[in-house]
């Protein structure tokens, strides 16, 4: 079923740990999880090598204790995956130990794992099948159908009209599905224990990725892509939100990484003055040019009023922050971002002490499709650091509060 929409794919399992007052702060005395990404996505067949890359921040990550997955995760009343009846040990294929901000495995999902969902599919289907089409019944005995699933061939494909492919067999494999858990249990520098989560799906899509003819029905979910950052410097000492594209006043941006226009020129210090308001951004996955909409974001076409109209997923973004200089100030005064809704853009607090200068900020990317029964969500994480300067009508400012 169809999570709601405050469930963040990365859950945590937490023993010996208090969040911070700002969950979006990280402080170096308290090991913080920021997010879990699945590569190549957060989705794989039986059979499929799946990555994932596990991100911690904080107090550093000294040791992981346990890695387990569990392939028996039950939904409850509310449609949430939150049970499990049995966890076993990650078969690793490969590990990487970027102690201590990351830990990142491959290892193998087995290819019995859908074996019990085939027998109720392949009976729906064969059934709708010879309603509809009694001879091609015939030629796709079940036998051969779950061969196509698992194995699937270009031409048998071809030779199956697109109605069927569309009205029976993409809706029926959004059942062939199963959410998977993904565990890790983590220990820092000053003894914390993290116990961890990550949410995956196991389901047929990614055996039809490179078969023109199917893979925009039966699609994969790609993670989503942050191709920049940077921020805002806005006219305005009071300007609470902010958008590029509706502003008329005067602004100026700093750009810490843009891979998709290399004029974007790199600059990580921020000139923080009087009469400014400042802005952190991120790639919303949306571009409109003069050649019309450019996208990264994963595109579906749905019935609206009748019509078939494209549809593209929602971007939701969390920010996370570190002041990295010591300040006698409390941490509320220093560096910090205003949450608002999860979007691409995040207002910027500058520091009441002008001696904290260097801040590491992290964007937390999740993706969402409403509509579409047990999609995986993808997920992708960028970071940057940067330094803040001050001009002297800011220090003066803020030396008379």
Not at 151 to 177: G, K, R
Not at 212 to 229: C, D, F, T
Not at 357 to 369: I, L
């Given at each position: 079923m169809k999570k709601p929409l405050a469930l963040i794919l990365f859950a945590f399992l937490l023993s010996c740990f208090n969040f911070p007052t700002r969950f979006e702060r990280i402080v170096n005395d308290e090991l913080r999880p920021v997010t879990a990404v699945f590569s190549p996505y957060?989705?794989?067949?039986?059979?499929d090598t799946l990555s994932v890359k596990i991100h911690f921040a904080g107090n550093p990550v000294i040791a992981v204790d346990t890695m387990m997955v569990s392939y028996s995760v039950l939904n409850n009343v509310y449609g949430i995956n939150d049970t499990f009846t049995n966890v076993e040990a990650v078969q690793m294929i490969d590990s990487t130990m970027a102690l201590p901000e990351s830990v990142e495995i491959s290892f193998v999902v087995p290819d019995t794992k859908l074996d019990d969902l085939l027998a109720p599919f392949v009976a729906r289907t064969d059934s709708a099948l010879r309603a509809i089409d009694p001879a091609l019944a015939e030629m796709v005995p079940p036998n051969i159908l779950i061969e196509q699933l698992t194995?699937?061939?270009?031409?048998?494909?071809?030779?199956?009209?697109?109605?069927?492919?569309?009205?029976?067999?993409?809706?029926?494999?959004?059942?062939?599905?199963k959410p998977a858990y993904f565990f890790i249990t983590a220990r820092s520098h000053n003894g914390i224990v993290l116990e961890s989560r990550a949410e995956f799906v196991v389901r047929f899509n990614t055996n039809f990725k490179d078969i023109?003819?199917?893979?925009?029905?039966?699609?994969?979910?790609?993670?989503?892509?942050?191709?920049?950052?940077?921020?805002?410097?806005?006219?305005?000492?009071?300007v609470f939100s902010f958008d590029p594209l509706e502003f008329t006043g005067e602004y100026e941006f700093f750009c810490f990484f843009n891979e998709a226009d290399q004029s974007c020129t790199f600059d990580s210090v921020i000139l923080i003055d009087t009469g400014y308001s400042y802005f952190i951004a991120a790639d919303s996955g949306i571009v409109q040019t003069d050649a019309g909409l450019d996208t990264t974001r994963d595109a579906y076409i749905q019935k609206v009023n009748g019509k078939d109209t494209i549809v593209l997923e929602e971007y939701f973004f969390q920010w996370f922050y570190e002041n990295l200089d010591e300040s006698t100030l409390p941490q509320d005064s220093l560096f910090i971002l205003e949450r608002f809704d999860q979007d691409p853009i995040a207002r910027i607090y500058p520091p009441l002490d002008t001696?904290?200068?260097?801040?590491?900020?992290?964007?937390?990317?999740?993706?969402?499709?409403f509509g579409e029964f047990s999609r995986p969500r993808g997920m992708t994480l960028r970071q940057i650091e940067g330094v803040l300067e001050y001009t002297d009508a800011y220090k003066n400012q803020v030396a008379l509060k």
């Open positions: 957060s989705e794989a067949a039986p059979g194995n699937p061939d270009p031409a048998f494909w071809d030779a199956i009209p697109d109605s069927f492919i569309n009205t029976m067999i993409a809706p029926a494999l959004e059942y062939i599905t023109p003819k199917l893979s925009q029905a039966i699609q994969v979910n790609n993670n989503p892509e942050v191709r920049w950052m940077g921020v805002y410097k806005v006219e305005g000492d009071n001696q904290m200068r260097h801040f590491k900020v992290w964007v937390a990317v999740y993706d969402e499709f």
